[in-house]
C-alpha cells in the first residue's frame, strides 16, 4: 500500500476562495514534447489579507514566474509537486506563469494531451492543474481568453471556448487563432484542441431568431458518420428551448470527437470533448444503442450549457447538482424523442445493475459525498444515476408546472454563480412555498433505502389499510426520506378500481398527473383507504416513482395478473421480472440442496400472455420477457453462490427455449423486416423483440441456425451483432467463423472492432480466460485507448460472471496484474477496473478468499496511485 498516505478532503473544510480572478489570458504555443503555455492573469484578494497565494500545478516544469511586470526570483515562491506558492503578494496585481508541459507523454489523459496525432484537453475534475498553475477548484470563475499557436501543417483547425475573435499567419509556417469567451467559468470547463481535423457543418435558429454555426469536427475517414449526431444537437436545442425555455448563447456550438478519453463527453464551455463512441453512427457501424446512446449523451452535454456551465457547482461535493441534474434532464429528452415506457425501464434496470451495487458495497456513498480522497472516483453511477433519481422526486412531487417554476427561479438566482445543491432544494421550496427540508436526507445519506409495504384488507366494512416501513440495510439509526409512492388498485381482471383515501389519510394521499401518489414521510406509516366493495390488488411504485426496493408480498397469482393487465408499464414490467427473479431464487436453493431444478407454472403464463398480447409495445415485450441481468441478480443474495446462480440461470434460458420454442419463432419471424434502417422508435422496437427472441432461440434444438442467417444477411449492425451474441455462448464452428468475418470487414474501424473485444471477452467459453489473455497480445489491443482496455478488462471483470469468477481464481490474478499494469499508464481506468473487486465479501467460500488476495496484491504496490489506493483500501476495510 502507498507509505504515505493520500490526503482527504472534506466537504466541512470547505473555504472560500481568498483570491478572485479578473481575467485570464493563456498562451499556447504547441509542440508535442514541450508545450509551452503562459499564463497571465488578473488577480485581487477578497479576504485573509495575510494570506500567502496558493496556486494548484502538478507535472510542470516552472519556467519563469512575473509580478506586475517583474520577474521574480525561485527565492521568492516555493514550488512543490502540487503547488506554486507566493508567500507576499499585493492586494491587486498582474500575474504571469509560464510552463511547458509534455501532451505526446501525457497517457493519463487528464490536462492537454495528445491522440492519433491531434491535441486535446480534459479539465474536469483536476486537469487544469496539469497546464498551468492556477487556482483549480470550481468556484474560481473568470472571463478566459485563448491564443493558440501553432505549425500550419499538423495543426489546420485552432479550437478553445467561446467566439473566435482573431485569426492570423505568423513566420515560419506556423499560425494563431484568438478565442474569447464572454462568459464566466471554472478552469475545469477550459478546453483547446488542435490538430488536423475536418468539420462537419450546420446551423440553428434559435426561437429569438439568433443563427447559431454548428461544428462536428472529426478525423476525416469519420465524415461519414456524423450525421445522427448533428440531427441530435439540433433535436436537443429546440427540445431545451420548447421544455425548459433555455436558449443557447454563443454565436458557435463545436463538438469534438476523439478516440483516447476518460470520459463519455465533457462540456466545455461552446466546445464539447467527446469520446469518439458518442458521436460516429452508420447504420452498418452503430446498432440501435449506439445511435440511442449518442442521442442521450450529445443532449446531456448540450443540456449542461445551463445546468453545470451557466450555474456551476461551489466545489466538488455538490457534483450532483449538475450531474444528477443534467442526467434527469437527457433522460427526459430520450423519452420524449422515443417511448417515456421503454425509456423508464432502462434507466431503471442501468440503475439497479450498476448503481444498487455500488449502495450495497465499500464505495457506498451518498449523492452529495462528505469526503473524498480521488475525486475522479467520485463520477460514479450514485451521484449521477441516482442523483437523477433524487431530481425525478422533485418532479413526481411537484408536478411538470411546479418543476418549471423551481427551475426559472434557479436561473433567475443563480446565472454566472457557483453554488450549492441546498441553493436548488430552495428555489424549488420557495417557487412552489413548500417546505422540502426533508429532501436533504436523500442528499446525505447513503444506501438504497427499502420499503416494505403490508396490507390489511376488512371485509365487512371496506377498507383497506396500508402499513409503509422504510429502512437502510445496516443503519439502525437513519433519517426518514421524503418518499413518493404512485399506485393503483386494481380488480381480478386489472381494471382500475376507485381509490378513496379515509379521513386520517387524506393529507398524506394525493391526485397527481401522474395519477394517485402517497408521501411516506416518516420511519412508519398508516394510510386508510375506504368504500371498496372487493380486496384490490395493489400496483405499486408506479413509474419507478422512488429508488429504493419495495418489499411487498404479492402471490404469484398477483404478479401474473398485473404482468399481464396493469395499464403502468414499469408495474407490468416488474411484475414479470419478479416471478422470474423468484423462479430463479427457487432453482439456486434446488441447485445447493441437490434437488433438481423446476420451471414455474406462473413465470410460464405471463411469459405467454406477455408475448402474445395483442398491441403491447414489441419493446416492452422484449423488456419483460427478457431475464433479469446477472448483476441484479447477484444483489439478491447475501451470500452469493456463482455456481448455482450461473446453472439456476441457465436453466431457465433452456426452459424458456423449449418451452416457448413455436411462439418464439414466429415472434422472431414477424418482426423481421428487409427495408432499410432507420432510427425510429418502431423499428427499433421491432428489432429489440426480434433479437431477444433470437437470444432464447441460441439456446433452443437449433442453436444455430436463425443466428448464422441472420449474421450472414449483414443487414444493419443491431442485427449483426445480435446474431453473433447469440452465438457467443456456443461451443460451434459456426462462432469462430462469424467473428473472424467479422473481423475481416471492420478491422479499420476503432469502434466496431471495440465490439469484437467486448464479444469475445464477454463469452462465456471453457477457454473463456484463455481468449481474454490473447486479445490482451492481439496486435489491435491497446493499453493507452481507455474504450479498448474497458472493451476487453472492464467487460471481463463486470460482465463475464462465469470467466472472472472461475473456481480456480486465475480471472482475479490476471484482472489484478492489468490494473497494477494500467495504474502506471491511466490511474482513472485503473480505477474503474478494480471495482469488479469491491464486493468480494459477499462471495462464498475459496472465491473470497482468492478475490481478497487479489486486492492484497494490488495494495502491496507501493506506488499505487491514489485513484486505485481509495478503492482497495475502503475494500479491504
Aim: aromatic share 10%; with cysteine; proline share 4%.
Amino acid at each position: 500500500m502507498t507509505q504515505n498516505l493520500p490526503k482527504t478532503h472534506y466537504l466541512t473544510d470547505y473555504q472560500p476562495p481568498a483570491f478572485e480572478v479578473e481575467s485570464l489570458f493563456l498562451t499556447f504555443e504547441l509542440l508535442p514534447n514541450g508545450t509551452r503555455v503562459t499564463n497571465r492573469m488578473q488577480v485581487h484578494r477578497v479576504k485573509d489579507l495575510s494570506a500567502p497565494l496558493v496556486l494548484d500545478g502538478e507535472g510542470l516544469e516552472l519556467i519563469q514566474v512575473d509580478l506586475d511586470g517583474v520577474a521574480l526570483m525561485p527565492t521568492q515562491y516555493d514550488v512543490t509537486d502540487t503547488q506554486l506558492i507566493l508567500p507576499d503578494v499585493p492586494e491587486r496585481f498582474e500575474l504571469e506563469i509560464v510552463t511547458e508541459i509534455d501532451p505526446e507523454n501525457n497517457t493519463r489523459l487528464e490536462g492537454l494531451y495528445r491522440t492519433s496525432g491531434n491535441y486535446c484537453t480534459q479539465c474536469e475534475a483536476e486537469g487544469f492543474r496539469r497546464i498551468t498553475y492556477y487556482f483549480d477548484r470550481p468556484d474560481v470563475l473568470t472571463y478566459f481568453t485563448t491564443k493558440i499557436i501553432a505549425d500550419k501543417q499538423d495543426n489546420k483547425v485552432l479550437l478553445s471556448n467561446g467566439n473566435l475573435v482573431e485569426v492570423g499567419d505568423l513566420p515560419n509556417d506556423r499560425h494563431y487563432a484568438i478565442w474569447k469567451d464572454p462568459y464566466k467559468k471554472p478552469c475545469y470547463l477550459f478546453a483547446l484542441v488542435a490538430g488536423n481535423l475536418e468539420e462537419v457543418e450546420d446551423t440553428f435558429i434559435t426561437r429569438d431568431q439568433r443563427q447559431i454555426d454548428l461544428r462536428i469536427y472529426v478525423e476525416p475517414k469519420n465524415l461519414d458518420k456524423c450525421e445522427h449526431a448533428m440531427e441530435s444537437l439540433k433535436r436537443s436545442m429546440k427540445w431545451d428551448e420548447e421544455r425548459f425555455g433555455l436558449v443557447y448563447d454563443l454565436d458557435i456550438y463545436m463538438i469534438v470527437a476523439v478516440d483516447d478519453f476518460n470520459m463519455g463527453a465533457m462540456e466545455n464551455k461552446g466546445l464539447n470533448v467527446f469520446n469518439s463512441k458518442y458521436v460516429l453512427a452508420k447504420p452498418e457501424t452503430a446498432t440501435d444503442a449506439d445511435y440511442e446512446g449518442i442521442e442521450s449523451v450529445i443532449g446531456h452535454e448540450y443540456f449542461h450549457n445551463w445546468t453545470g456551465n451557466r450555474v456551476t457547482c461551489r466545489d466538488w461535493f455538490q457534483l450532483t447538482l449538475k450531474e444528477g441534474l443534467t442526467v434527469f434532464r437527457d433522460q427526459e429528452f430520450t423519452s420524449d424523442m422515443l417511448s417515456p415506457a421503454v425509456k423508464r425501464i432502462e434507466d431503471v434496470k442501468r440503475l439497479r445493475n450498476n448503481q444498487f451495487p455500488e449502495d450495497a458495497g465499500p464505495m457506498s456513498h451518498p449523492i452529495q459525498p462528505q469526503s473524498y480522497i480521488e475525486m475522479n472516483n467520485f463520477y460514479t453511477m450514485t451521484v449521477y444515476e441516482k442523483g437523477a433519481e433524487v431530481v425525478r422526486l422533485y418532479h413526481t412531487l411537484l408536478g411538470e408546472a411546479g418543476f418549471q417554476k423551481g427551475m426559472q427561479l434557479y436561473f433567475d438566482r443563480f446565472d454566472g454563480q457557483a453554488v450549492t445543491v441546498e441553493d436548488f432544494r430552495n428555489a424549488m421550496a420557495d417557487a412552489n412555498e413548500i417546505d422540502l427540508a426533508q429532501m436533504h436526507n436523500w442528499y446525505t445519506q447513503a444506501g438504497t433505502p427499502t420499503l416494505k409495504v403490508e396490507k390489511h384488507f376488512d371485509a365487512a366494512t371496506g377498507t383497506l389499510t396500508l402499513h409503509c416501513e422504510q429502512s437502510l440495510k445496516g443503519q439502525s439509526a437513519h433519517a426518514p426520506l421524503l418518499i413518493p409512492v404512485l399506485f393503483g388498485f386494481l380488480n381480478d381482471d386489472g381494471r382500475a378500481l376507485p381509490v378513496r383515501p379515509g379521513e386520517n389519510s387524506r393529507n398524506k394521499v394525493f391526485e397527481t398527473e401522474k395519477g394517485h401518489l402517497l408521501k411516506l414521510t416518516t420511519l412508519s406509516e398508516t394510510f386508510e383507504f375506504t368504500g371498496l366493495s372487493q380486496e384490490p390488488h395493489l400496483s405499486l411504485l408506479r413509474h419507478f416513482s422512488a429508488p429504493v426496493n419495495l418489499e411487498y408480498a404479492a402471490s404469484d397469482e398477483e404478479l401474473m395478473m398485473l404482468a399481464s393487465h396493469d395499464a403502468d408499464s414499469f408495474v407490468r414490467w416488474e411484475s414479470i421480472q419478479t416471478l422470474a427473479l423468484k423462479n430463479i431464487e427457487d432453482n439456486v436453493a434446488r441447485f445447493q440442496a441437490g434437488n433438481g431444478m423446476v420451471f414455474s407454472e406462473h413465470y410460464q403464463q405471463a411469459f405467454q400472455a406477455v408475448l402474445e398480447a395483442k398491441g403491447l409495445d414489441p419493446a416492452l415485450k422484449a423488456l419483460a420477457i427478457g431475464l433479469p441481468d446477472l448483476p441484479y441478480v447477484f444483489e439478491q443474495f447475501e451470500t452469493i453462490d456463482v455456481d448455482a446462480v450461473l446453472q439456476a440461470v441457465e436453466y431457465q434460458k433452456a426452459q424458456i427455449a423449449q418451452t416457448f420454442s413455436g411462439a418464439l419463432d414466429k415472434a422472431y419471424l414477424a418482426h423481421c423486416s428487409k427495408k432499410a434502417y432507420c432510427y425510429d422508435k418502431h423499428d427499433m422496437a421491432a428489432r429489440m423483440l426480434k433479437n431477444q427472441c433470437l437470444a432464447y432461440l441460441a439456446y433452443g434444438a437449433e442453436p444455430v441456425v436463425r443466428a448464422v442467417a441472420q449474421y450472414e444477411q449483414q443487414q444493419n449492425m443491431t442485427d449483426v451483432l445480435a446474431a453473433l451474441n447469440a452465438l457467443n455462448h456456443l461451443a460451434v464452428s459456426e462462432r469462430e467463423a462469424c467473428l473472424s468475418d467479422f473481423y475481416e470487414r471492420w478491422q479499420q474501424d476503432t469502434l466496431v472492432m471495440d465490439k469484437w473485444f467486448s464479444l469475445q471477452a464477454r463469452s462465456e467459453s471453457e477457454q473463456a480466460l484463455q481468449d481474454v489473455r490473447g486479445l490482451l497480445e492481439h496486435p489491435d489491443f491497446n493499453y493507452r485507448n481507455p474504450n479498448r482496455v474497458r472493451s476487453v478488462l472492464g467487460v471481463f471483470g463486470r460482465l463475464n460472471m462465469k470467466a472472472f469468477h472461475d473456481a480456480s481464481g486465475e480471472g482475479y490474478a490476471l484482472l489484478a496484474e492489468e490494473v497494477l499494469k494500467m495504474d502506471k499508464i491511466n490511474p482513472q481506468v485503473a480505477a474503474r477496473l478494480v471495482t469488479a473487486f469491491t464486493s468480494w465479501k459477499r462471495f462464498k467460500g475459496h472465491r473470497q478468499d482468492k478475490m481478497q488476495s487479489a486486492l492484497q496484491h494490488i495494495a502491496a504496490d507501493k506506488a499505487l496511485s491514489k485513484d486505485v489506493y481509495e478503492i482497495v483500501s475502503k475494500s479491504l476495510e
